[in-house]
């Protein structure tokens, strides 16, 4: 990433951070009912375990841990979130930190640390070069420590993906198909879009195929031992992934232990 572009992105997570504060506050839908439950569930916490959860955003998921008895440290590139975050319950109980996991030198301010648990809840989609964070993992947890990320889901909500509605009137009966057509999902790219509609400033979207994240987590040592792929299968929600698209999944969870 250029310090051009990395400025760029910093500057739009630090304008859209209050919106996103405002909208998201303890969770929305896509978090409270495909994301958040799934995370908990991977990292199995007890009490007292200490757990690093990169790019907290306002601390929502950082809040849910420390509920559970966990000791996080949260940590996220914008200064604007890390601010909000403070403002909010358990503040006191939660080490909240400015780090850009694109640069070692950043990732540095972390050595010293023994994580039992790592966890990335919906960012590295938006993080353009995520090898250096992905490679420093295992210099900060234990021994069969989880590793845990939810991102957009790369064969069906991220790059050239479209969500398509065929209707059609056949023998006095109409049709509602609903399906997702996708398009050179093994390129990865950069693009931009809304991650919560109106928000002031389009965000950079940074698609892969999921072998490339699953590669870089194999090289450096990590295993995977669990795959979630929620929809809202059954479940009402306002979201355009509820009815419609129930059987395509829009996230994927998965869960990493590392070995030494």
């Not at 993992?137 to 590793?147: A, D, Q, R, S, V």
């Not at 479209?162 to 209707?167: G, T």
Request: net charge neutral; charged share 25%; aromatic share 10%.
């Amino acid at each position: 990433m250029t310090a051009r572009r990395k400025d760029e992105v910093r500057d739009i997570w630090n304008t859209n951070a209050a919106y996103w504060d405002n909208r998201m506050g303890e969770g929305n839908d896509f978090h409270n009912v495909l994301i958040n439950p799934n995370q908990i569930d991977l990292l199995d916490i007890k009490k007292g375990d200490s757990i690093l959860d990169i790019a907290c955003g306002n601390g929502q998921f950082a809040r849910r841990m420390t509920r559970l008895g966990a000791r996080v440290t949260a940590i996220d590139f914008s200064d604007v979130f890390i601010n909000l975050a403070r403002s909010k319950p358990l503040a006191d109980k939660i080490d909240y930190r400015v780090i850009d996991v694109t640069r070692k030198t950043e990732l540095a301010k972390l050595r010293g640390n023994n994580f039992d648990s790592i966890v990335c809840t919906m960012a590295i989609m938006d993080i353009e070069n995520i090898e250096p964070m992905i490679s420093f993992l295992p210099e900060i947890l234990k021994n069969n420590g989880k590793f845990v990320f939810s991102i957009l889901h790369p064969c069906f909500n991220s790059g050239e993906a479209s969500q398509v509605n065929e209707h059609t009137d056949t023998g006095g009966r109409e049709h509602n198909i609903y399906y997702v057509k996708v398009s050179n999902y093994l390129i990865s790219q950069r693009t931009k879009g809304e991650g919560i509609r109106g928000q002031p400033k389009s965000q950079y979207y940074f698609h892969r195929p999921l072998s490339e994240i699953l590669n870089l987590c194999f090289e450096n040592g990590f295993y995977m031992d669990a795959m979630r792929e929620p929809s809202f299968k059954d479940i009402e929600t306002t979201s355009t992934w509820g009815n419609a698209f129930k059987n395509n999944p829009p996230a994927i969870i998965c869960g990493f232990k590392l070995i030494k």
